[in-house]
């Protein structure tokens, strides 16, 4: 058995889950693919894969096996371009995972520069404010505005975005312009959950070299950027958010800053992905290319 070979169809079946998209996508029959699992696991004497009609599940010594071939295919792939014109050309397809306001307002709009140095890389981009799974869903790095939990992921903060505090015209007119945030206490927020966790924030102000919680009643919560925003237009409370995606509203006098003298702590902005020795050219230009997209924007 070419374990290599072996090596690759099993890590694309785990990204794809499923047998049938792994063959298709490796243009293999499918009974190779299943068979060259089948093969795979009796030499290493662990199950990997859980298949049921639906769904392909995997096993803890999967994941494991999965992490360190990654960690091999890798290796493999930055020795084969030590001399190949790929080692300053990296080509091939990255996905990429982030909150629709990162890419609505900082990263597609500086993708043409990007594409400019890769042309010959083809990013496959998620845009979501929910947790993704990097194993299951076959990502290769993510952008988040919170660190992880997940101790089998690399997690790189590559920012600090400043936040405001804002509210709406109409929503000022009816509750009255806070002076300080101990003012608060007639006044409500947009409530902002987890929709994995079903966690509820609240509002954070600093002050005096520490950070300030203030819980406020809601009439709404929201568990998206976009809806967040939305609410705060409409009205319904003051919200606190990073300065880039907030800019846009107040230059058209949608929303007005308040209690600027004590501000949200910046956000920070990690970027995560597998551990390992190595990273594939593609992946490593594309994070590198990030961190000093952002570095640009925290220092705005």
């Given at each position: 058995?070419d374990?290599?070979?072996?090596m690759r169809i099993?890590?694309?079946?785990?990204?794809?889950g499923?047998?049938?998209?792994?063959?298709?996508?490796?243009?293999?029959p499918r009974?190779t693919v299943?068979?060259?699992?089948?093969?795979?696991?009796?030499r290493?004497?662990v199950?990997l894969?859980?298949r049921?009609t639906?769904?392909?599940h995997i096993?803890?010594?999967?994941?494991?096996?999965?992490?360190?071939?990654?960690?091999?295919l890798?290796?493999?792939?930055e020795a084969?371009?030590?001399?190949?014109h790929?080692k300053?050309?990296?080509?091939?397809?990255?996905?990429?995972?982030m909150p629709?306001s990162l890419?609505?307002e900082?990263?597609?709009?500086?993708?043409k520069?990007?594409y400019?140095?890769?042309?010959?890389?083809?990013?496959?981009?998620?845009?979501?404010?929910?947790?993704?799974?990097?194993?299951?869903?076959g990502?290769?790095?993510?952008l988040?505005a919170w660190?992880t939990?997940?101790d089998t992921?690399v997690?790189?903060r590559?920012?600090?975005?400043?936040?405001?505090t804002?509210?709406?015209p109409?929503?000022l007119r009816?509750?009255?312009?806070p002076?300080?945030?101990?003012e608060?206490?007639?006044?409500?927020?947009?409530?902002y959950?987890s929709f994995t966790?079903?966690?509820?924030?609240?509002?954070?102000f600093c002050r005096?070299?520490?950070?300030?919680?203030r819980?406020?009643?809601?009439?709404l919560?929201?568990?998206g950027a976009?809806?967040y925003t939305s609410?705060?237009?409409?009205?319904?409370g003051l919200?606190?958010?990073?300065?880039?995606?907030?800019v846009?509203?107040?230059?058209t006098?949608?929303m007005?800053e308040?209690l600027?003298?004590?501000p949200?702590?910046?956000?920070?902005?990690?970027?995560m992905?597998?551990?390992g020795?190595?990273l594939?050219?593609r992946?490593r230009?594309?994070?590198d290319?990030?961190?000093?997209?952002?570095?640009?924007y925290?220092?705005?």
């Amino acid at each position: 058995m070419d374990h290599i070979q072996a090596m690759r169809i099993f890590t694309r079946i785990v990204e794809l889950g499923s047998f049938s998209r792994a063959a298709e996508h490796l243009q293999l029959p499918r009974a190779t693919v299943s068979n060259t699992l089948k093969r795979l696991e009796q030499r290493l004497g662990v199950r990997l894969l859980l298949r049921t009609t639906r769904q392909v599940h995997i096993t803890a010594e999967g994941t494991l096996y999965y992490q360190r071939c990654l960690q091999l295919l890798d290796a493999l792939e930055e020795a084969d371009t030590l001399f190949h014109h790929h080692k300053l050309q990296p080509a091939g397809k990255v996905r990429i995972d982030m909150p629709h306001s990162l890419a609505r307002e900082i990263v597609i709009p500086a993708l043409k520069d990007f594409y400019q140095r890769y042309p010959e890389i083809e990013l496959a981009l998620g845009a979501n404010d929910t947790h993704v799974n990097l194993l299951r869903e076959g990502v290769d790095c993510v952008l988040r505005a919170w660190e992880t939990a997940d101790d089998t992921l690399v997690a790189r903060r590559i920012a600090q975005m400043p936040q405001l505090t804002c509210a709406s015209p109409a929503y000022l007119r009816a509750f009255g312009v806070p002076q300080s945030i101990d003012e608060l206490h007639h006044h409500q927020a947009v409530g902002y959950f987890s929709f994995t966790s079903n966690r509820s924030y609240p509002l954070e102000f600093c002050r005096n070299g520490s950070v300030e919680l203030r819980e406020l009643p809601s009439k709404l919560s929201v568990s998206g950027a976009d809806a967040y925003t939305s609410a705060c237009r409409a009205g319904m409370g003051l919200i606190q958010g990073a300065r880039y995606s907030l800019v846009p509203w107040l230059k058209t006098g949608e929303m007005v800053e308040v209690l600027a003298a004590t501000p949200p702590p910046p956000m920070p902005i990690y970027i995560m992905y597998p551990p390992g020795r190595f990273l594939a050219p593609r992946v490593r230009v594309l994070i590198d290319w990030l961190i000093v997209l952002f570095d640009r924007y925290e220092k705005h």
